[in-house]
Nanobody
Framework: QVRLEESGGGLVQAGGSLRLSCAAS????????MGWFRQSPGKEREFVAA????????GYSDSVKGRFTISRDNAKNTVSLTMNSLKPEDTAVYYC?????????????????WGQGTQVTVSS
């Protein structure tokens, strides 16, 4: 069992930055792939980024590549998402997720545990 809690969301102007954090509790955090997804009203949950065991095994969606950075600290059981050059279309509820395997996946169905989400609003 892995419990996840996101923090760091908020309101920011276009072009600004935010850093989301996800604290994980439970066993075997280091054996889980961690991912970030987002969902805006009327849309399906969308993959944002995922990270495997090391910071070298990472994937991003095309819409955030070059602007967002995912990282993890296995000693602290945390995963972060640094978001730069934010756009109004980045507005969504952002979810942290954990997968019971270490290889990253872009599919929400592959993730076993989810946080409650944190709202990110980017104003134009």
């Amino acid at each position: 069992q892995v419990r996840l809690e996101e923090s760091g969301g908020g309101l920011v102007q276009a072009g600004g930055s935010l850093r989301l954090s996800c604290a994980a509790s439970g066993r075997s955090f280091s054996s889980h792939c961690m991912g970030w997804f987002r969902q805006s009203p009327g849309k399906e949950r969308e993959f944002v980024a995922a990270i495997g065991w090391t910071n070298s095994n990472i994937g991003y969606s095309d819409s955030v590549k070059g602007r967002f950075t995912i990282s993890r600290d296995n000693a602290k059981n945390t995963v972060s998402l640094t978001m730069n050059s934010l756009k109004p279309e980045d507005t969504a509820v952002y979810y942290c997720a954990a997968r019971g395997r270490i290889d990253p996946s872009k599919r929400a169905v592959d993730y076993d545990y989810w946080g409650q989400g944190t709202q990110v609003t980017v104003s134009s």
